[in-house]
């Protein structure tokens, strides 16, 4: 079992709508989770920090957290076609991890005129 | 403005010829990091410093060595590089404790 795990898309949706990402962890012992938007060929934007359950607001986009599940989301409302990009989702877990993020492989998202 | 920066943006190198990758910061930060990062996958930590502390991933190929001369600055050599060193690395850098990472724009390596 991968210790993240995101679907990798890619995730059309239409200008205007919800887009809603996912990701799942394997280490019950998390305690920081992170989501980056990455642009094709560009280095990771770090756009939202999550560290308690439930759900953490900043403009358009929501995360939320459910460590019982070990499920983190992120919603981005009003999606706009420069939101499209791969969102990665990281975590920094206890074990052995200091200040070490892991990642996963992303979710591509497409929004669409 | 604070940031950390890598060059090249943009390295071509010979199969087996070393080459160096280099990331400097003015962010202060007491932890940086170097990543690898192939087409369509996950950011691959090689390794890591807290500090002047060096910590090298169990999986990370003795091909990749780092120094880190000062806070600032943090290198990554390529002692051999192969065909499948070809990739994206991303070097990172943090604060301690439940905060994310300030990445650089990365270096995209080529191995002819």
């Known amino acids: 079992q991968k210790e993240v795990e995101q679907n990798s898309g890619p995730l059309s949706v239409p200008e205007g709508a919800i887009a809603s990402l996912n990701c799942t962890y394997s280490?019950?012992?998390?305690?920081?989770f992170f989501w980056y938007r990455q642009y094709s060929g560009k280095s990771p934007e770090l756009i939202m920090s999550i560290y308690s359950n439930g759900d953490k607001e900043d403009g358009r986009f929501t995360a939320q957290l459910n460590k019982a599940s070990q499920y983190v989301s992120l919603l981005i409302r009003d999606s706009q076609p420069s939101d499209s990009a791969t969102y990665l989702c990281a975590v920094k877990n206890r074990a052995g991890g200091g200040n070490k993020l892991t990642f996963g492989t992303g979710t591509q998202l497409k929004v669409e005129l | 403005d604070a940031m950390v920066i890598q060059n090249p943006r943009y390295q071509v190198t010979q199969f087996g010829k070393p080459v160096t990758l280099s990331c400097s910061q003015t962010l202060n930060h007491n932890v940086m990091y170097w990543y690898q990062q192939k087409s369509s996958q996950a950011p691959k930590l090689l390794f890591h410093?807290?500090?002047?502390?060096?910590?090298n991933e169990a999986d990370t190929p003795d091909n990749f060595q780092s120094r880190r001369p000062n806070t600032s600055f943090c290198f990554l050599d390529i002692r051999s590089p192969g065909l499948g060193d070809a990739a994206m690395y991303l070097c990172a850098t943090s604060r301690e404790g439940n905060v994310g990472y300030t990445f650089g724009s990365g270096t995209r390596l080529t191995v002819v």
């Open positions: 410093y807290y500090d002047k502390d060096f910590n």
């Open positions: 280490d019950r012992g998390s305690q920081s």
